[in-house]
């Protein structure tokens, strides 16, 4: 026991200063740009019913929650997104508030780790849910803020990937695969393992000719004109409204002016299964897995009781920070303005000055029983902007001028 005092669970994370200075200005700017895109801010409780998130169709499999008890021994788990608790709340709380609803929230969610997601646990899901909106200009409209969301981090040379749950849904279905077929190919297409993907097929009773257009699914990646090649490949309604429904997002996005980072993935999947539309995730370089991602969920609020059309994202926020790190963005601790130090006789002085200091929006450390040697060895250890000494003769200066 002794020996993890100073550890802390796997997957969970701690936040150094300079980092934590710099997460929240992320989370100041982003706050700013939802409310100017008309989102009001929710918060959730931490822990949920599990009930309310323990859900095959439109929930998380139970292995990818964690769970405790309340006192009367019902079973909670800690939320593991923060859609689905906004969803709750939009059926229940805000049952009567004029649609469409547009939530943001900045707030943590907590998910068990596997092996072939994030290794951390823990994170802090910057989001936004507009509820009520069914067109395609509402799928345009989130995936433009998400873009904005990006840039203005600023990231660089990040990468938005595009798709549609239908387009695999009926693709599968015209390949006349069951649904445990279904669910195997699903997830290999969406690793782009081709080479599983075909021994797993040479061991099904489907002929070579459906074997060769199943096989073609995780290739339909790159520009719009990956479109046209998905069109020439079937004829399943599910599919062709697919297709037309991103082609009507992507003309919305070039009005936007923010087609241009947008690339087509039809072989996409997410790990929360209740998205029943477009899909997308923010990828980057610097990064082995999306630190963003969203889509439409036509039908995860009728679980709380509410027919609703809705579409959203998350952004990880410490994804994000791991990302600019990467890319060259420096996280320095914040500094006060200035050290202060004092004579033992001048204890009074010293606090009315850091009150005063303090009021005109200067930050100010008191040190104490530190000589003004030391104050000045502060500065130059960039430890502080100014010094000042106080003594029954008045203030010594030292560093930049005193604000």
């Given at each position: 026991m002794a020996s993890r005092k100073l550890q802390i669970p796997s997957g969970m994370q701690d936040t150094l200063p300079g980092e934590c200075a710099r997460k929240r200005q992320l989370e100041q700017r982003l706050r700013q740009l939802?409310?100017?895109?008309?989102?009001?801010?929710?918060?959730?409780?931490?822990?949920?019913?599990?009930?309310?998130?323990?859900?095959?169709?439109?929930?998380?499999?139970?292995?990818?929650?964690?769970?405790t008890f309340d006192a009367q021994a019902r079973i909670l788990a800690v939320r593991p997104d923060s859609t689905i608790p906004a969803a709750r709340m939009a059926a229940g709380r805000l049952a009567d508030a004029p649609l469409p609803l547009r939530l943001c929230y900045l707030q943590s969610a907590t998910k068990v780790r596997s092996e072939t997601s994030s290794m951390l646990c823990e994170e802090t899901q910057a989001g936004v849910e507009l509820m009520g909106e069914a067109s395609p200009q509402a799928d345009a409209e989130v995936i433009a803020l998400a873009i904005h969301v990006l840039q203005q981090s600023g990231l660089k040379d990040f990468q938005i990937e595009l798709g549609q749950a239908q387009f695999v849904t009926g693709f599968l279905q015209e390949a006349g695969l069951t649904e445990e077929q279904s669910a195997v190919m699903s997830a290999l297409t969406e690793q782009k393992s081709t080479l599983d993907m075909e021994l797993y097929l040479s061991k099904l009773d489907i002929s070579a000719d459906v074997t060769a257009r199943l096989m073609q699914l995780p290739r339909l990646y790159g520009g719009a004109s990956v479109l046209d090649e998905a069109a020439a490949l079937t004829r399943?309604?599910?599919?062709?409204?697919?297709?037309?429904?991103?082609?009507?997002?992507?003309?919305?996005?070039?009005?936007?002016?923010?087609?241009?980072?947008?690339?087509?993935?039809?072989?996409?999947?997410?790990?929360?299964?209740?998205?029943?539309?477009?899909?997308?995730?923010g990828l980057v370089a610097e990064l082995g897995q999306?630190?963003?991602?969203?889509?439409?969920?036509?039908?995860?609020?009728?679980?709380?009781?509410?027919?609703?059309?809705?579409?959203?994202?998350?952004?990880?926020?410490?994804?994000?920070?791991?990302?600019?790190?990467?890319?060259?963005?420096?996280?320095?601790a914040p500094v006060p303005d200035i050290v202060l130090g004092f004579d033992a006789a001048c204890q009074?002085?010293?606090?009315?000055?850091?009150?005063?200091?303090?009021?005109?929006?200067?930050s100010v450390a008191i040190m104490y029983g530190m000589n003004a040697e030391a104050l000045r060895h502060r500065i130059d250890t960039n430890h502080a902007q100014a010094a000042v000494y106080i003594t029954k003769d008045g203030l010594q200066q030292y560093g930049k001028a005193v604000f």
């Open positions: 939802f409310t100017l895109e008309g989102y009001q801010e929710i918060e959730t409780p931490i822990l949920e019913y599990y009930d309310a998130l323990d859900d095959r169709t439109y929930g998380f499999r139970p292995e990818h929650l964690w769970k399943h309604p599910l599919c062709l409204a697919a297709i037309d429904n991103l082609r009507q997002i992507m003309a919305v996005l070039k009005e936007y002016g923010c087609d241009e980072c947008i690339s087509i993935d039809l072989g996409m999947a997410h790990e929360a299964n209740y998205y029943s539309g477009t899909i997308f995730r999306p630190l963003m991602s969203g889509g439409r969920y036509d039908h995860l609020l009728a679980r709380f009781g509410r027919e609703l059309p809705a579409t959203g994202f998350a952004l990880n926020l410490k994804l994000l920070l791991i990302a600019l790190e990467r890319q060259g963005a420096s996280f320095e009074a002085d010293a606090i009315a000055y850091a009150k005063q200091q303090r009021k005109r929006g200067v």
